[in-house]
């Protein structure tokens, strides 16, 4: 399949909890982003890594790119109820059009 | 960033009609994309739309099917044509900023009877 694989699909935690999702990809990639969906909406960035960076931190967000595993994880640190959503990762190759993961569903409850 | 409008934002239709959908972007931009995302599914790139060419389409998807006009730099419309059920879906369009972060509209939910 184009699409690599997001995990967990679903994941729910109590407010103040860390959140960590992770993603991987088949190809070589220029950058890999995050982005949040919620309810079926639009989707919103979150944040951008390209190849050559192993680490990025956004607010609350942390984000780690193993270009050797293919893999990228999110971290969502002290989760609160508003960061319900579901989250896409998206790699970018060659192309330079994104190709999308399954996404992670997060539940954050109060 | 870009600044994206759909329209409409939702619709039901009856089978075998047309929907075209229309993407509005507040800054002139040349690539456009047309995704499609089927209920609790990622998102599927339909076809690249550049100003002044055909779009661009994804295996799996036919002009026939989706036709895409692209007029100017700022506006693309998507037609999802002879609809059936399977077609019920969220339909975005998004754009390319400096070949690096994309931005999203907020999204066609259109849901075939």
């Known amino acids: 399949s184009q699409q690599g694989e997001e995990d967990p699909q679903a994941l729910s935690i109590q407010e103040g909890e860390n959140a960590t999702m992770n993603c991987s990809y088949k190809t070589s990639i220029n950058n890999l982003q995050w982005y949040r969906q919620n309810s079926g909406r639009g989707l919103v960035h979150l944040i951008l890594?390209?190849?050559?960076?192993r680490e990025k931190h956004s607010g609350r967000l942390r984000v780690t790119l193993d270009t050797s595993k293919k893999s990228s994880s999110l971290l969502i640190t002290a989760s609160r109820a508003a960061d319900t959503a579901s989250y896409f990762c998206?790699?970018?190759?060659?192309?330079?059009?994104?190709?999308f993961g399954r996404g992670t569903s997060l539940i954050v409850h109060p | 960033s870009a600044v994206i409008s759909q329209k409409p934002s939702r619709d039901i239709c009856q089978r075998g009609t047309s929907l075209t959908i229309q993407c509005q972007v507040d800054s002139q931009v040349t690539m456009m994309f047309w995704y499609r995302q089927q209920p609790g599914q990622s998102l599927t790139l339909i076809a690249t739309?550049?100003?002044?060419?055909?779009?661009?389409?994804e295996s799996g998807f036919v002009i026939d099917k989706f036709p895409i006009s692209r007029p100017n730099l700022t506006f693309s419309t998507l037609t999802v044509s002879n609809m059936s059920p399977e077609d019920s879906s969220i339909y975005l369009c998004?754009?390319?900023?400096?070949?690096?972060?994309?931005?999203f509209g907020p999204g066609t939910r259109l849901t075939v009877l």
């Open positions: 998004s754009v390319w900023q400096d070949y690096n972060e994309q931005f």
């Open positions: 998206a790699w970018v190759g060659g192309s330079y059009i994104p190709t």
């Open positions: 890594i390209r190849s050559n960076e």
């Open positions: 739309a550049n100003q002044g060419s055909e779009a661009t389409y």
